[in-house]
Structure formats: C-alpha cells, structure tokens
C-alpha cells in the first residue's frame, strides 16, 4: 500500500492537482443534492455533474531508473554547471586583481614620474635661484668698483687742481721775488717743499719728533732720477710715505726757469727733511 501511494504521489507529478479536484467536484456534487432537496421537482432543472475519474498508476520501473539517471545527469550537468560558474568567477576575480594591480603599478609609476619632475623642477628652480644671485653680486660688485674708479678719479683731478694752483702760485711768488741767485735758490726750493708737502700723505702711525732726510737727484727739466732715504725716521710707514710724495710731486717743472749753474749747484742734488711737526700728539 506504501508502495501504491508513492507511485500516486509521483506519478507525473499531479497527485494534488488530482486530489483537489475530485474533493472540489465532491463538494459541487453535494451542493447539488441540497439544492435538489429544498426545491420543488417543477422548479430543479438536473444538471448532470461531470464525473472525474483519479487513477492510481504504478510507475514502470524501467521509466523510474531512467527517470532516476536522467536527474542524477542534470544533477551533475548543474553542478557541472555550477563549477564552470565558479571557475569563471574565480578566474573574474584573478583578472579584476590583475587589472587593479596593474592599476596600482602604473598609479605608483605616475605618482613616481610625478616625484622626480617635482624634484627635478625644485633643482632647477635652486640653479637659478643659485644663478641669480650670483649675477646679482657681480653686478653689485661692478657698480661698486665702477663706484671707487669714479671717487679716485674725482680725487686725482682734485689733487692736479691744486698742485696747478700751487704750481701757478709758486710760478707767480718765483718770477716775483726771484730777482738773485738767493732768490732763485730760495724760491725753487720753496716750490720743491710746498709741492712735495701739498701731496705728502702723512701715516697714521706718524708721531712728533720723527725726522726722514731724503737725497733727490733731478734733471735740468725737473724730472727726478731717483730719491734715497739717507736717514731714517725708524718707522717704514713714515719713510715709504716720504718717498712717494716726492715721486707722487716730480717733475718741478719751474726748475727749468733757472740758470744752468744756479741748477747745478743747487738742485741737481738736494736733501728734503720730512718731520710731522704740526701733528697734536
């Protein structure tokens, strides 16, 4: 009996549909009979129910074990099916990883990229910047020798301005009291002396009391030959300052004003003493 109702629940798969339907045409045919019951015969038109019939079938066995091996095949196609699935979502997967690995280098490559143009342009900017300041400096340095050309220039062309005014005083007080020989004597060693001191630059190191004699050799036109420090004043300074203030003054032209043997016997060699007795220490 067992055997009996698995087959009639299996077979085709309809045991339900089959079960309401004989309950539901139960229950038209009980409604029917009521109905027929509460009315007149007159009045109640008969309406022949239709009859359906619900068979039990038992299932071939043959058709149960092809059945059976039909569904154990779409069993494994499906799991088949589903591993192909899973395989292809595995290997999805592994090209997504792929792909955002890839991503990843080419965003550290550019990021990389990115890092050494920055580094590179920040270089550059240095150099220029480096570059800059050194033209900067140059120029600073041009302008400012240009500067100490210009304040040496105004300098000497001061100091010619008034060695010529000396030399023109000296020429007018030289051709207005040289009348003799002791005047002409007097009046170009006067000339020698204010000349000479008119460029003297006196050391700082410079004290009262010092004494330098300096031997000078001319020419009949002026011009020095040479000059020798025949007694020292002790201090280098004071003694090189002597010599370039009488090299600094040559030639004395207004020599050339006097006789031959006045010249001789006066300038061609002559001492010069330069002590700073005007200094208040």
Do not use: C
Not at 9 to 18: F, H
Not at 73 to 82: G, P
Not at 200 to 228: C, F, H, K, Y
Not at 238 to 250: H, I, T
């Amino acid at each position: 009996m067992k055997d009996t109702f698995n087959n009639v629940v299996i077979y085709n798969g309809y045991p339900l549909s089959v079960v309401v339907a004989v309950t539901f045409h139960s229950v038209i045919l009980a409604l029917l009979l009521y109905l027929q019951s509460s009315k007149r015969p007159e009045a109640l038109e008969l309406v022949q129910p239709t009859v359906v019939k619900a068979l039990l079938i038992q299932e071939n066995p043959q058709a149960a074990n092809e059945r059976k091996r039909l569904e154990r095949r779409q069993q494994q196609q499906r799991v088949q099916e589903q591993e192909v699935a899973q395989q292809a979502v595995e290997v999805q997967q592994q090209l997504e990883e792929q792909a955002n690995a890839k991503t990843a280098e080419l965003r550290k490559a550019r990021d990389l990229a990115s890092l050494r143009q920055r580094q590179e342009k920040e270089k550059l900017d240095a150099e220029q910047l480096v570059r800059e300041r050194k033209e900067q400096e140059k120029l600073e340095e041009e302008q400012r020798r240009r500067q100490e050309l210009a304040q040496a220039q105004r300098q000497k062309e001061v100091r010619d301005r008034d060695r010529q005014r000396q030399q023109e005083t000296a020429d007018a007080s030289a051709a207005e009291f040289a009348t003799s020989e002791f005047e002409m004597v007097q009046s170009g060693t006067a000339i020698i002396q204010q000349t000479v001191q008119s460029v003297w630059s006196r050391p700082p190191s410079a004290r009262n009391g010092m004494r330098a004699i300096l031997q000078i050799r001319m020419l009949p036109t002026g011009e020095l030959i040479d000059a020798v420090i025949t007694e020292s004043s002790g201090d280098p300074a004071f003694d090189r300052s002597a010599e370039n203030a009488v090299y600094s003054a040559a030639p004395f032209r207004e020599l050339q004003a006097l006789p031959i043997n006045v010249f001789n016997e006066n300038f061609r060699s002559l001492s010069l003493i330069f002590q700073p007795e005007d200094l208040l220490n």
